[in-house]
């Protein structure tokens, strides 16, 4: 602590990138656990210990002692009681005792005319209260229970009920402002996220837009721009129910007619709404808040506080970097881009502004404090690239990339990689998960 203000070296701000490029400059990586003779070794010892090549894989004895650890962990004060039971009445509930019982169901023979105390009129009443309560325990707008709210705007309880499960009672009420029959739920979603900034939106119900074979679901005009905007349900437009290159297909006939077109996700417009909706906002040039780069200063950012910056304004969330540098505009960060090192090139994680706010050269200012050469990815779902080109960057390739979903939530394309007792497309389907395609990422190279 006295050296170096931490409980270890590795918590000072310079210290976890020190580490990263002294291994790298004796391995070649910034991780050990990316060697293949580390993880040989690894498996080797697992193998040995556990009888498997990952101490927490699903078929492992250590995974299933945990889980059997857990299920059966029982407080110190329950235990006593079955001793106790055991000893007078030999089982671990007096209940289970056959005399025990007996008596329980003669009492309640003689006291509420049955076996058991919810054959009573006044006690089935009160299950019933206790039922109706627990069906309404959810209120939105205040004290109005969520079946209430739902009857009055003929929304569908089940899917407010799993909205506010899922993503909170503030993502309910937006579904519920705005409800319309005609449209899912995740298109009143949006409707209702958009309402107040554009008041004439409207669904776009017509079969065909300006000649394209494919049907926008919102049309969006402001001064002059137009920007059309698809929100896709995760399983809908999965690989179950659309082909690998539809979302591709669908942004190459926009922009083959010099249109502009963004695509999101259920779950980004359902628990990310504010951020979709600073981000359609920028492309209509509506942000009222704009903030010139040469007037900021730019400081270097601890790990802790730059993650939360962009998980807090990117849509896409966090991701891993090894530093941070902020943009601040009279003392408040109003942008922030990661890196992470890498072998031959620095990769870009993330650049994040500040919902609501455009700042004018903020990228430029904050790029030329990156080391080069310089990687960077571009989703082709609700961007072009353009600023990317416009700075320097070259065009390397374009690939289609995929994420897994239940339906429910997306997760990364590694989490069904394939092992050594299973295949991608095996370990997907004991998993129960479909590939979900997007529309392109372009690769962007700057040297």
Known sequence: MAKFGASTNLLTPDGHPRYKEEILAKYGVDNVLKLESTRAKARKTTRERFGVDYVFCSESPLKKAIEE???LKIPEAVVKMRATSRERYGTDNPAQNP???SKILKTNRENNGGQH??????NRELVAKALHKLKTKYFVFGNTPLKVACKERGAKYI???QIIKRYGVEACERYLKNFTSSMSDIESCFLTGMKDVLPDISFFNQRQCRGIEYRPDFKLAHNGKTVYVCVHGLYWHSEKKKSPDYHMKLREAFEGKGLTLMQ?????VIANMPIVRSMVMSKLGMLSEKIDARKCSIKEMSHKDGMAFIYSNHLMGAALGSRYLGLFHKGECVAVIGWRKKPEHI?????????GAHVRGGFSRLLAKVPRPVISYCDLRYASGEGYLALGFQRESTTLGFEWTNAKVRYNRLHC?????????????????????DAGQVKFRLV
């Open 117 to 122: 105390n919810f054959q009573t009129k006044e």
């Open 264 to 268: 999101f996700y259920a779950d980004e």
């Open 69 to 71: 650890n857990r299920r």
């Open 159 to 161: 899917s407010a009920q």
């Open 417 to 437: 990689a394939a092992t050594d007792e299973m295949t991608e497309e095996e370990h997907s389907l004991k998993l129960k998960l479909y590939k979900l395609f």
């Open 99 to 101: 005399a025990i019982m």
């Open 347 to 355: 990769e870009l994680t993330r650049f994040a502004v500040k919902r």
